[in-house]
């Protein structure tokens, strides 16, 4: 294979959060796979400083532009609103100068395979340049009716994505009265688009081989697969890790809803009980790009810290007493949770958290039904070092033995034949 495509979304890197981490894996694995292919990666670049850390496996990155006011309007009001075609999301995205330039790129690379980042990428589509992929990442619709359930803690419905919106109708989608409608109205349009998009590329991939599974059922495509996260852990070189036994964290782009939404909720719910039977416990929210309601819970709740991007997840996450995953809604396998059960970080979640995973409840992570379980089981494991390190080493065995390099890389080989 002499030439690989990424047409991505924003950039897929620095790994600052579960997509792009997700992302450079499919780059790395694919440079495993062809050592001697050359990879190039054209992008919307969601923030100018990242260029600076591009990695060596991408030879070329080559920055798109986004459409302008009117362009994205007249998108919205045709295209999504009047022939009900294109998710908003589509829409804040196409630009037609900017897909005659990728046609023109494509024509000059003269790419065996491109990889396209998520749907709302999709109608960049270029005919004849090289075998497809579509990369779904999850099933966005799904998550969207999810969020539905629990739209008082939504700071906003759109999250980051709001931003690409034109200054007027993000103002327009900040109304409370305004976002329940809009969250139901794009999820039906995500779901109609989804399937109809998936028939026009070679390959469709998930990073949950559950929701891949149900999709191929749906769409019968031929081509569907899941490829979850690789995650390498390394256990502790004495034997037991060192942590902070008062130390409790959460991890995610705070600006995406399920994210925002979650640490909203664990404050206002859980949190007090936690803080009022352990004073000594602080909570850390860590992530890039928090929202105000989220900087605000460190105000409003002692001894929470909202750090915002640090430069090393790892090493805040990893001398934690635990991680929480309090996910109100959402799809797909959560990224942050495999990364903190590798570093061997006790998680605890629930249902939505745990979705896509076979771990099993109370000794591999603590799976809660119920607000007053999920206080007892993190003081549980900020109380007690024997539990702490019992659940931390089985952890990192589940992750080993079910998500190492060679299932997901088997699924990238399939492929690229």
């Keep these: 294979m002499r030439k690989i495509v990424f047409l991505t979304n924003r950039l ?28 190039v990666n054209l992008s919307f670049v969601d923030d100018p400083k990242y260029l600076q850390r591009q990695p060596p496996e991408i030879s070329r990155v080559v920055p798109l532009e986004l459409p302008g006011l009117a362009e994205k309007l007249y998108n919205v009001l ?10 908003i999301q589509v829409s804040a995205y196409y630009s037609r100068k900017t897909h005659s330039r990728i046609r023109e790129l494509l024509r000059e690379e ?36 999810r969020q539905l359930d629990w739209f008082r803690y ?13 200054g007027s109708l993000k103002r327009f989608a900040d109304l409370k009265f305004v976002q329940r409608r809009l969250i139901s109205f794009e999820s039906k349009l995500l779901a109609d688009y989804e399937v109809s998009a998936a028939p026009r590329f070679d390959h469709l991939i998930f990073t949950s081989p559950a929701e891949a599974q149900t999709f191929r059922q749906e769409t019968r495509h031929e081509s569907c697969h899941g490829i ?9 070189a004495n034997g037991s890790r060192q942590y902070d036994r008062d130390k409790l964290v959460f991890v995610g782009k705070m600006d995406i809803p399920h994210n925002g939404s979650a640490a909203v909720y664990f404050c206002e719910r859980i949190w007090p009980s936690i803080k009022r039977q352990r004073p000594t416990a602080s909570f850390y929210i860590v992530g890039k790009n928090p929202t105000s309601e989220v900087r605000r819970l460190q105000e409003q709740y002692p001894g929470v810290v909202v750090t915002g991007e640090v430069d090393d997840v790892k090493k805040v996450v990893g001398d934690s007493a635990v991680m929480v995953a309090p996910l109100l809604f959402g799809t797909g396998i959560k990224t942050k949770i495999l990364e903190a059960m590798a570093w061997g970080v006790p998680v605890v979640t629930n249902r939505i958290g745990s979705e896509g995973l076979d771990a099993s409840h109370g000794e591999e992570l603590f799976v809660c039904e119920s607000e007053e379980e999920m206080v007892k089981d993190v003081l549980l494991l900020m109380g007690d070092p024997e539990v702490n390190d019992s659940m931390s080493g089985n952890s990192i065995r589940y992750v080993s033995d079910r998500f190492s390099g060679s299932a997901a890389r088997s699924n990238m080989e399939l492929i690229l034949s």
Excluded: C
């Design 154 to 166: 939504i700071p906003s419905v759109l999250g980051g994505f709001a931003d690409k919106l034109p």
């Design 110 to 145: 003269k790419p065996d395979f491109v990889f396209y980042d998520m749907v709302r990428v999709a109608e960049y589509l270029t005919e004849g340049a090289g075998r497809t992929a579509l990369s779904y990442d999850d099933l966005l619709s799904l998550r969207y009716r």
């Design 78 to 87: 045709v295209h999504s609103l009047i022939r009900r075609k294109w998710p």
């Design 228 to 236: 979850p996260m690789k995650v390498e852990p390394v256990p502790p």
């Design 12 to 39: 897929p890197f620095p790994g600052t959060d579960g997509r792009k981490n997700m992302l450079l894996q499919y780059v790395r694995e694919m440079k495993e796979i062809h050592p001697d292919s050359e990879i």
